[in-house]
């Protein structure tokens, strides 16, 4: 039974919650039967969980053990990939809003400061609710200091330091002062080792990339994290995981200032010349691979020079040369994996995003969004054989 929902201020959280409930489809995530705000009285049939919440079992469990780290990062994670897929950001993940689900697993829930992607602080004042606000101990730094833009990156954080305090046993909302500041610190909290001896160094290195003070030092969003923790279960680790920073070494300073010269479309020639946007760009010798077939990718790439063969079965079945083509924005976007194979036919540059990085750049570059979309479309009408590309 809803009470207090007679007020615009209070019926606009609900309906938030609601409709993001109504948004995201997911075992990980409580089912909304059935809801009434008009009348009396109002209310919302919800999943019921008996077992309650994290916060509420955390004195008769204590500190979680390893399997139940990686069980929990794996279950948090697979929730925020299907609202991130639906657009939606959490922006207060936090023990008392994972719930248990009686079978070891668990459940995220309370969606009520949940907002589209991409929310701005001028967009985030809503009443007396500063929505994305999120909760001290646990919060992301960016939604502290009140500037800059969140998007999935920001709930990241919020499962790193949920896991670091359950691995731990430091309730990061009792003990505030177990954050780091961003002056000289790269992450947010002190390493899971120098709290917990003998942890797992594939779990610390996990967790703590979370945790970076800088969005852009975390992963790009909670699938391509799903795809880490999955390759530590397998035991393979993630040392290479990102691409761009294994052939970041291939390019000088020189040759990049000669390709961004030598660019003919004026938006990609103004966007390569902004500071700081050479990080993203990438060299691919002749006859690399640039993304397998069976692969779930986590990167989208932009031809900016070069060829590319696009091969199925070991057959070309195109090539693409044109400056700016994207390719693997759909593998990207969906989670799902490549259906064919991107090779370098001859030296290629091309733009490197994760996922966060490739819905700020469409987000804030409208007129690319369009290519994107107009692209996709092209491909499907022309050429059906050609898959996830």
């Known amino acids: 039974m809803l009470r207090g929902a007679d007020t615009p201020h209070a019926k606009s959280t609900l309906k938030r919650e609601l409709a993001a409930l109504l948004a995201i489809q997911n075992e990980r995530i409580p089912r909304l039967y059935d809801w009434s705000l008009a009348g009396a009285p109002t209310f919302a049939a919800l999943e019921y969980f008996p077992a309650g919440s994290l916060a509420d079992a955390w004195p008769f469990i204590g500190r979680f053990d390893e399997e139940q780290t990686w069980r929990l990062l794996s279950d948090l994670l697979a929730a925020l990939t299907a609202a991130h897929r639906a657009g939606i950001l959490h922006l207060d993940v936090k023990p008392s809003n994972v719930l248990l689900d009686g079978n070891g697993?668990?459940?995220?829930?309370?969606?009520?400061?949940?907002?589209?992607?991409?929310?701005?602080?001028?967009?985030?004042?809503?009443?007396?609710?500063?929505?994305?606000?999120?909760?001290?101990?646990?919060?992301?730094?960016?939604?502290?200091?009140?500037?800059?833009?969140?998007?999935?990156?920001?709930d990241l954080f919020g499962v790193g330091a949920t896991a670091w305090a359950l691995y731990t046993g430091i309730d990061l909302n009792k003990r505030p002062e177990t954050r780091r500041k961003q002056a000289g610190n790269v992450y947010g909290l002190p390493s899971l080792s120098e709290v917990r001896l003998h942890c797992p160094r594939?779990?610390?290195?996990?967790?703590?990339?979370?945790?970076?003070?800088d969005p852009a030092l975390r992963p790009g969003g909670a699938a391509e994290v799903m795809a880490r923790l999955r390759s530590a279960a397998e035991g393979l680790g993630f040392d290479a995981i990102t691409v761009a920073a294994a052939?970041?070494?291939?390019?000088?300073?020189?040759?990049?200032?000669?390709?961004?010269?030598?660019?003919?479309?004026?938006l990609w020639a103004s966007l390569c010349r902004a500071p700081g946007f050479e990080r993203y760009i990438v060299k691919f010798d002749p006859g690399e691979v640039i993304c397998?077939?069976?692969?779930?990718?986590?990167h989208t790439y932009v031809l900016l020079s070069g060829t590319i063969r696009v091969e199925r079965d070991g057959e070309t079945v195109e090539?693409?040369?044109?400056e700016g083509t994207f390719l693997g924005h759909v593998s990207t976007l969906t989670g799902a994996a490549q259906e064919v194979t991107l090779r370098a036919s001859t030296t290629v540059w091309a733009c490197i995003f994760n996922e966060a990085e490739l819905e700020q750049l469409v987000t804030c570059n409208p007129a690319l969004a369009v290519r994107m979309i107009r692209g996709l479309a092209t491909r499907v009408a022309d050429s059906p054989r050609r898959g996830l590309a």
């Open 105 to 154: 697993g668990f459940v995220l829930t309370d969606f009520g400061v949940a907002q589209a992607a991409r929310m701005t602080p001028g967009q985030m004042q809503l009443g007396h609710l500063l929505v994305g606000a999120g909760t001290h101990g646990y919060r992301a730094p960016e939604q502290g200091k009140g500037g800059g833009a969140y998007d999935m990156r920001t």
């Open 292 to 298: 397998g077939s069976g692969v779930q990718t986590h």
């Open 319 to 322: 090539e693409e040369n044109q």
């Open 202 to 213: 594939l779990l610390e290195e996990l967790v703590m990339g979370l945790l970076a003070i």
């Open 247 to 266: 052939h970041s070494a291939n390019a000088s300073s020189e040759e990049v200032a000669q390709l961004v010269a030598s660019l003919v479309d004026p």
